[in-house]
């Protein structure tokens, strides 16, 4: 028996990886009834119009936000406050608003002063994504069992049960936190790996040129592993960590100083110290797989991908992409 859809009309304001997974998901489980695409490229709609993944697709802000209950903005954190404000005069009364930013102090700061009366905003942030980006690198399980953190302003209970519904349908857990708590968690979970993952690659690149060497041609299964990460979309990543500045630096202070001591018990051959750091770092990594969100499978399972990035049982529905993948400009029109 098919479930009643938990919205009328979700209105998605940018057609990347999110965006776009957002649609094929929401269709996939019914929890719209209607899905309207917005974004800044032409050539993005067009696309999207291609893969039949929205309802409409035009372009026209007022008609894509008309009758929508639920808005959710999917465009780089840098941009949100001036897409806010964009599309203020075209949301309904008693519609919510969210946002699937990584970072969400600076999120609710450029969002909030720009939300009409009668418009509830929770901001959100799927624990889920890919390197890839565009609408054709969607699928419709990129947020099975992944989880959304929501970090709710005061009074907005009815919307944030309504939202937390919401990505429950689409496979999601969810929790809710405040947006301290959360940019902290994610600068040491999401944001620092990112870092230091950007600048291993950078480092390898600058010694391979540097030597004349084949650093990058004879790299283990590790560096490999960073140069997934570290080919995320730079306009993103570039937003997070001007956006979440204090928090990045923190933790990157702390890491720096385990660093050392690191460093230092391989500079006095302090094999116990270091057998028992790895232990530790072991256990982290099995309590990862336990809580199902990775896999022990050989090659963390990313084999089971296709060359779209979508896992080969996802549900989307889309044909295999032929173009390539780009990201929408952090506004619309």
């Known amino acids: ?111 909030a002063p720009h939300v009409p009366p009668g418009v509830r905003f929770v901001p959100a942030h799927p624990l889920a994504g890919t390197e890839f980006s565009g609408p054709d690198a969607g699928f419709a399980t990129l947020f099975h069992n992944r989880w959304c953190l929501l970090t709710p302003l005061a009074g907005e209970d009815e919307a944030v049960e309504a939202l937390a519904e919401f990505w429950k349908r ?27 993952a950007y600048n291993i690659v950078g480092t390898a690149d600058h010694l391979e040129k540097v030597t004349e060497s084949e650093v990058i041609k004879f790299s283990a299964s590790g560096f490999r592993d960073f140069t997934r990460i570290a080919a995320s979309d730079p306009t993103m990543w570039r937003d997070v960590f001007l956006h979440n500045k204090a928090a990045v630096l923190e933790m990157l202070a702390r890491f720096n100083a385990d660093l050392s001591a690191l460093q230092g018990l391989i500079e006095r051959g302090d094999g116990d ?15 990862v797989v336990e809580q199902g969100q990775d896999t022990a499978a050989p090659d963390f399972g990313r084999g ?29 029109r």
């Open 170 to 196: 689409l496979g999601a857990r969810v929790e809710t936190m405040t947006t301290e708590h959360h940019d902290l968690a994610l600068a040491i979970t999401s944001h620092l790996p990112h870092l230091i």
């Open 1 to 111: 028996m098919t479930e009643e859809p938990l919205f009328q009309k979700l209105a998605l304001v940018g057609m990347g990886l999110i965006g776009s997974s957002l649609a094929r998901a929401a269709r996939a489980h019914h929890a719209v009834e209607r899905i309207a695409a917005l974004d800044a490229s032409p050539s993005v709609l067009a696309r999207v119009r291609e893969l039949r993944i929205a309802d409409e697709a035009d372009g026209d802000a007022a008609g894509a936000l008309r009758d929508a209950d639920l808005v959710i903005l999917c465009t780089p954190v840098g941009a949100l406050g001036a897409v806010a404000r964009e599309i203020a005069p075209y949301l309904q009364r008693g519609a919510i608003l969210s946002d699937v930013g990584s970072v969400k102090g600076s999120v609710v700061a450029q969002v």
């Open 273 to 287: 110290g270091l057998f028992d750091l790895f232990t530790r770092t072991r256990a982290i990594r099995r309590s």
């Open 304 to 332: 089971a991908l296709n060359e779209g990035g979508r896992p080969k049982s996802a549900i989307s529905g889309d044909p295999p992409s032929t173009s390539p993948m780009r990201d929408p400009p952090p506004s619309i």
